[in-house]
């Protein structure tokens, strides 16, 4: 285990993560419209990069598992998604929408450093596949903490001076 | 002389065929109210369409005080004359005899009537009181796309200013948000670059989800008249319907709903390999095309034919069309606005011209279409979710020059974030923080997608909901106060067309009852409010009309719309005028970016952009390194699969959309007779195939539902594309036995009791055209045909299925061909 290796299992574990995250917040946030459709769309994005990094690690003896098969609406979610109905009517669950951002602008912006150390790594050790596997996927994490932070510029004002 | 036409069997009525780059011939449109003739007219009063957003010039015949008629106006650049079905026909229901005349409030439950005082004095104290409790974020304004610049204008100033809410919003977010939004990405600044008389010179037109010939029906007879004659245009037309843009396409896609991204990039794809770009003018124009090349590299006609089911043939075929044209107009409307992927769909339509080089000259340019009448005057006034006169709320120096303006301080106008959009609006109403929604102009009951939702929001207890209407409209039923608006034809002001053309529309009745303009309504709320400038005098220092339209100017000078050049003297008697109109270009600007792009600078641009997937904002250090000179922006987007598919219990895809004869949620076409008798009821169009495999024939009653809810309508067997079902969104419950909504007595009957609440995160605008729906039998037609119209996309297959759409003696229209230029009345009936 070398740091590239680490730093893949990280990323790999970094983006897993993130995908639930956004697909919890999509639940959770059902009656918040934009929230619920684009955070789904952006798991699109981590489980893409979990493939990819998932590809990549064969090449550095890595044996790591794709996204997580989407499985259908279970109990869990169901729950999550009529509590946001039952909630729907109130104001405090702005605030936990704000909360929830912001943890998932912290998740993206982790996955983000590991994908600058990647490439670094990557140019340093002159591994063109790393420096590939980085140049591809930063971007899109970047754009998804453009997005959580859009969200959060949106929304706080009227959120945080209403409650 | 001319000919008397039926202008509801044919909506198009006679050619004046013309040739390639020739201009377009007059023909003097007059249609008067039986029993009378040219002779009885006392007054022809100035004005335009406030039913579509073509702006068709006519004048309102006037007699005894009353409207008889309408003629067009041969003058005008827009129309030379001629009147579509709504321009001839929906006059009448100005004269209904359900007009609201007097305003009415709430008291145990039900809506009285009372008098301008105690209503007023109810919106005032309310008002005060939630400035007081809960601050200027717990009032919101919803507007419309069919008042006047003036009274946008005068909203705007006094909600932002006024009040000091972020939230001002029009119903053109469902209409034309998208369109503004791809002239931002694509130029930096809202403005439509291209012009009617576009379709004159150009040798390719491509109609990309736009149903030209029922939305603007006047500018397809342009269309027509080029057909027939010298070198006509090929068209190309993308729309899973068969409308009549598809039967005379040299080439028709009608991809799965969805889809546009695939298509467009599929397109743009070829354009590159084939080797049509237009390097020079890409170098010099634009910045950004390596990235939109490696985007659309892997996007070949074959990977797109699989995600739109159309043959990769046919997309080879647009592409050759569009790679090889000497001149090439694009317009887009719904079919890409109301889409999934919206902004990113319209920014490639932007992105075809910009390789091609095909922009700011005559026959090559781009028209992203508005929906609505007034809706470049709701963009460009700020009441659409945009600073006015196209400010960038996150640039210090516009919103300095804005307060400067207005003599306010720049902290009194909230920019710290972007002006809340409509359906968040909704959704801050639904969670409690918004406690004030005044509504005007619109329908949001019937309009807005997921209706029991809306329902349940616009029916809250503490949600204080006022409604400026002209009549008791499904969500007027819903209101606390509903004021008594009058309409075009009954007060004066301007209202500019899709192509930036603006018209005067003068007074030519008096309103029914108490009911007043909407700029009065306006100026009266300001006065009672007593909003003040920094210096403590008046806010809103304008009484009438023509001093609103002066006040405008002022905050217009030096920017993209510039109404500088322009008066209500010089309107009046002429022709339309394209903005930007002022010392430089007196009469008029036909077409923008022929000469560079010219507001899309850093410190000039209305937005920094946005991300085209996911809404996020683009930084301004991040826009001024993408583009330090100010070019268009060639924006690339990749395909992803709408949020709804069919499937399981849900197998076809529904999309709504429009008819030729009706308007928005019919207040006025619906109450029209030769209108409404076009098309009475609300109808669902599904695919000879599929009407074959589930059993179904013409006429059949079906249930259609959504996990949203269900509609009832009868079934019209047309060349659809299979897999889909098509339902207008017109018809509501006002003429229905329940009035407001479904109930025991009345089946879902507006096509939003099925749509879903999902956005374009770029536009914000709603979608229409993708949920997942399945469709029942609830009875056998019996005989009975639908209420589709046989005329428009909507017509049966076989032809002869049904009786033909006409209107008889009573829908005859007056045509004259080469009429005076002083549009002399026609001859008598």
Not at chain 2, 48 to 62: E, N, P, R, T
Not at chain 2, 186 to 196: A, L, V
Not at chain 2, 252 to 278: F, K, S, Y
Not at chain 2, 789 to 796: D, E, L, M, Y
């Amino acid at each position: 285990m070398n740091g590239i290796t680490l730093t893949l299992r990280a990323l790999h574990h970094g983006e897993r993560s993130l995908a639930k995250q956004l697909s919890t917040a999509a639940e959770r946030h059902h009656t918040e419209h934009e929230v619920h459709h684009v955070a789904q769309d952006l798991v699109l994005w981590s489980n893409d990069h979990c493939r990819r990094v998932a590809e990549t690690g064969r090449h550095y003896e890595l044996d790591l598992d794709g996204p997580p098969e989407k499985s259908a609406p279970g109990l869990v979610s169901t729950l999550r998604e009529k509590s946001a109905e039952a909630v729907g009517r109130r104001p405090e669950p702005g605030l936990l929408l704000l909360h929830d951002l912001r943890e998932l602008h912290l998740a993206a912006a982790g996955n983000s450093l590991y994908w600058e150390m990647l490439a670094q790594a990557g140019q340093a050790a002159k591994d063109d596949r790393l420096v590939e596997l980085a140049s591809f996927c930063h971007p899109r994490t970047l754009r998804q903490m453009r997005w959580t932070n859009t969200l959060i510029k949106t929304l706080s004002p009227q959120i945080l001076t209403s409650v | 002389m001319g000919n008397w036409v039926d202008r509801i069997a044919e909506p198009w009525g006679g050619r004046t065929p013309y040739g390639r780059h020739q201009p377009w011939p007059a023909r003097l449109d007059t249609y008067l109210a039986e029993g009378v003739g040219p002779d009885d007219v006392e007054r022809w009063v100035q004005t335009a369409s406030i039913l579509h957003s073509d702006g068709d010039a006519m004048d309102i015949a006037v007699r005894d005080g009353a409207m008889v008629g309408v003629r067009g106006r041969v003058v005008d650049r827009v129309n030379r004359g001629r009147l579509g079905p709504k321009d001839a026909f929906g006059w009448q229901a100005n004269a209904s005899p359900d007009r609201l005349t007097r305003p009415l409030v709430r008291q145990g439950g039900r809506l009285v009537e009372t008098d301008w005082d105690t209503a007023m004095d109810l919106v005032v104290s309310r008002s005060r009181a939630l400035l007081q409790e809960r601050g200027p974020g717990s009032i919101g304004f919803y507007t419309s796309g069919q008042l006047f610049l003036e009274e946008y204008y005068t909203l705007a100033v006094l909600a932002r200013a006024g009040i000091g809410t972020n939230h001002l919003d029009g119903n053109t977010r469902l209409c034309t948000s998208t369109a503004a939004e791809a002239l931002k990405e694509s130029f930096g600044c809202d403005g439509q670059p291209g012009s009617y008389d576009d379709i004159d010179h150009a040798d390719v037109i491509a109609l990309f989800g736009h149903n030209i010939a029922e939305t603007q029906p006047v500018q397809w007879m342009r269309i027509l008249d080029r057909l027939d004659g010298s070198d006509p245009p090929c068209l190309i037309c993308v729309d899973p319907r068969p409308t009549q843009v598809a039967r005379r396409a040299a080439v028709h896609l009608a991809p799965r709903g969805g889809t546009n991204v695939a298509l467009l990039n599929a397109l743009l794809h070829e354009i590159i390999r084939t080797g049509r770009v237009d390097h020079e003018y890409v170098e010099a124009r634009t910045v950004g095309f390596e990235e939109l090349a490696k985007t659309v590299a892997p996007c070949t006609p074959e990977w797109a034919a699989d995600i739109c089911d159309v043959p990769a043939a046919k997309i080879r075929e647009a592409a050759e069309l569009l790679g090889t044209a000497d001149k090439f107009l694009s317009t887009a409307l719904q079919g890409v606005y109301q889409s999934h992927q919206a902004t990113a769909a319209a920014v490639q339509i932007n992105n075809l011209h910009l390789v091609r080089g095909m922009l700011g000259r005559p026959g090559a340019g781009v028209l992203q279409m508005n929906g609505q009448p007034t809706a470049q005057n709701t963009r460009e006034c700020g009441a659409n979710g945009d600073l006015p006169g196209f400010r960038n709320w996150e640039n210090e120096a516009h919103v300095a020059d804005l307060a400067k303006v207005w003599n306010v301080d720049p902290k009194s106008i909230p920019h710290y974030a972007p002006p809340t959009h409509a359906m968040q609006m909704f959704r801050y109403a639904e969670q409690g923080s918004l406690r004030m929604l005044w509504i005007s102009g619109t329908n949001p009951a019937v309009s807005l997608p997921e209706l029991s939702r809306i329902r349940s929001i616009l029916g809250q207890e503490r949600l204080f909901t006022v409604v400026q209407d002209l009549f008791l409209t499904e969500t007027a039923q819903l209101a606390d106060v509903v004021l008594p608006g009058a309409t075009w034809g009954e007060k004066t002001g301007t209202f500019t067309n899709a192509d930036r053309t603006v018209h005067l529309s003068d007074r030519a009745v008096e309103p029914p009852g108490e009911a007043k303009p909407d700029l009065d309504i306006f100026l009266d709320y300001a006065r009672r409010m007593d909003f003040r400038d920094k210096d403590g005098g008046p806010l809103v220092t304008w009484r009438d009309p023509e001093s609103a339209f002066e006040a405008w100017k002022r905050c217009s000078a030096g920017r993209p719309c510039d109404y500088t050049g322009l008066a209500y003297g010089k309107l009046r008697g002429a022709s339309g005028i394209q903005w930007p109109c002022n010392a430089q270009a007196p009469e008029g600007t036909d077409r923008l970016y022929g000469d560079g792009i010219a507001w899309a600078h850093p410190d000039a641009c209305e937005t920094y952009g946005k991300d085209l997937v996911t809404g996020a904002s683009v930084s301004v250090a991040e826009y001024r390194s993408l583009n330090p000179d100010g070019k268009a922006v060639l924006k690339a987007a990749e395909y992803l699969p709408p949020h709804e598919e069919p499937g399981g219990d849900h197998p076809f895809q529904l999309t709504t959309g429009r008819t030729l004869y009706h308007f928005h949620t019919r207040t006025k076409t619906g109450r029209t007779p030769q209108l409404n008798a076009a098309a009475p009821d609300v109808w669902v169009e599904i695919s000879a195939a599929d009407a074959a495999a589930e059993g179904l024939g013409e006429g059949d009653l079906v249930d259609v539902t959504t996990p949203r809810g269900s509609l009832r309508g009868r079934l019209r067997v047309t060349g659809i594309r299979p897999g889909l079902l098509f339902v207008p969104f017109h018809y509501g419950y006002w003429d229905a036995p329940s009035g407001c909504g479904p109930d025991a007595s009345t089946p879902g009957r507006a096509a939003n009791e099925t749509t879903i609440t999902d956005w374009d995160p770029v536009s914000k605008q709603p979608l229409f055209k993708t949920a997942a729906a399945a469709i029942a039998l609830v009875e056998r037609a019996d005989g009975r045909p639908s209420a589709a119209p046989t005329t428009t996309a909507s017509a049966p297959v076989p032809a002869l299925a049904v009786p033909a759409t006409e209107g008889g003696p009573a829908a005859h229209v007056l045509e004259v061909r080469e009429p005076d230029a002083d549009n002399s009345p026609g001859s008598a009936r």
